[in-house]
């Protein structure tokens, strides 16, 4: 297995078109880079669920998945399953947020997950950030679209037992939902980290990576 390591590393930008999105695809990630980087900038966009009890667990969650770091929440109010209409005030927030951001890594849907919303978000990340470094997360649920990803996270079980904790604490809402389980989660990360060597770990898509190889 290559590893690559990260560097320097002063920013993140964390998306998602739903509250909870960035936490079930990113949440060990998160956890694990924010405790190796003692106040790195995390700025989190997610494109609906604002004005809600949804917007109030996405704050406290990204608050407890992101310990020690800087972080900046923004949820917008556009209407769940419906983000391919709303494309313009999507890509407006995108290209708002890259104006005040430069990160080193991007988080962020993967682009062959069926749901129209994560899709749709994931098809205008490049769109913004064009040269930023960008893995695109999976979801587990009923569409069955999971694939081959080709980077990985290691996670420690003490961490992915975390990840699992954060996601029953802090969404409520979602607990009734038949995938929304212990099972579902530890489960996905488990035959991830098969993939990788390790015990458990969360899986990336990338599309293009850059290569220094003489730095």
């Known amino acids: 297995m290559i590893r690559l390591g990260a560097g320097r590393l002063d920013g993140i930008v964390a998306l998602g078109a739903h509250c909870d999105d960035i936490a079930i695809g990113a949440g060990g990630t998160l956890l694990a880079l924010c405790a190796a980087r003692p106040g790195l900038r995390v700025d989190a966009l997610v494109l609906s669920g604002g004005g809600t009890e949804r917007e109030d667990e996405e704050r406290a969650a990204l608050a407890a998945f992101c310990p020690g770091a800087d972080l900046g929440v923004t949820v917008l109010k556009l209407p769940d399953g419906r983000l391919p209409t709303h494309w313009e005030e999507a890509?407006?927030?995108?290209?708002?947020?890259?104006?005040?951001?430069?990160?080193?890594?991007?988080?962020?849907?993967?682009?062959?997950?069926?749901?129209?919303?994560?899709?749709?978000?994931?098809?205008?990340?490049?769109?913004?950030?064009?040269?930023?470094?960008?893995?695109?997360?999976?979801?587990?649920?009923?569409?069955?679209?999971?694939?081959?990803?080709?980077?990985?996270?290691?996670?420690?079980?003490?961490?992915?037992?975390?990840?699992?904790?954060?996601?029953?604490?802090?969404?409520?809402?979602?607990?009734?939902?038949?995938?929304?389980?212990?099972?579902?989660?530890?489960?996905?990360?488990?035959?991830?980290?098969?993939?990788?060597g390790a015990r458990y770990a969360e899986a990336f898509d990338a599309k293009k990576l850059l290569l220094d190889l003489e730095g």
């Open 91 to 196: 890509k407006n927030a995108l290209e708002e947020l890259r104006r005040r951001t430069d990160p080193g890594l991007v988080l962020a849907p993967r682009t062959e997950d069926a749901h129209q919303d994560h899709q749709g978000l994931a098809k205008l990340v490049p769109t913004a950030f064009r040269d930023h470094f960008t893995l695109g997360y999976e979801i587990v649920k009923w569409d069955g679209d999971l694939g081959r990803p080709s980077v990985y996270q290691p996670l420690s079980p003490e961490l992915a037992e975390r990840k699992v904790l954060l996601l029953q604490e802090h969404y409520a809402s979602q607990r009734h939902r038949p995938w929304y389980d212990r099972e579902a989660f530890l489960g996905l990360a488990r035959i991830r980290g098969i993939e990788c």
